[in-house]
């Protein structure tokens, strides 16, 4: 069972940056889909981005493709949402999470099995 562990939320203006990191306890490339979804207050839970099990490809959400990047660093088991040009919209708890999802499911929260706890970022106007 993979655990995973996000850090890096904080409170920033609007324009500014945050990089989320998330650490696995165990190695998740060409084994697990990896990716980010993130749930704002009184809304459901959303696809961010996500990285293939091979990590062969990326995906992102249309709100956020150009201002975010999804990375990973397999030696390390860690993974990084850098995130720029934040907007209030974007105010979320943001969770990352892995799974044996494939290709067309990427962007499904029930592809995956494994969760972190989240993390808060908020973006001030």
């Known amino acids: 069972q993979v655990q995973l562990l996000e850090s890096g939320g904080g409170v920033v203006q609007a324009g500014g940056s945050l990089r989320l990191s998330c650490t696995a306890s165990?190695?998740?490339?060409?084994?697990?889909?990896v990716a980010w979804f993130r749930q704002a207050p009184g809304k459901e839970r959303e696809f961010v981005s996500a990285?293939?099990?091979?990590?062969?490809?990326?995906y992102y959400a249309d709100s956020v493709k150009g201002r975010f990047t999804f990375s990973k660093d397999n030696a390390k088991n860690m993974m990084y949402l850098q995130m720029n040009n934040l907007q209030p919209e974007d105010t979320a708890v943001y969770y990352c999470?892995?799974?044996?999802?494939?290709?067309?499911?990427?962007?499904?929260?029930?592809?995956?099995?494994?969760w972190g706890q989240g993390t808060q970022v908020t973006v001030s106007s």
């Open positions: 999470a892995a799974g044996r999802a494939i290709t067309s499911s990427l962007g499904s929260e029930t592809a995956y099995a494994y």
């Open positions: 165990e190695r998740t490339n060409g084994r697990y889909a």
């Open positions: 990285i293939s099990w091979s990590g062969g490809g990326t």
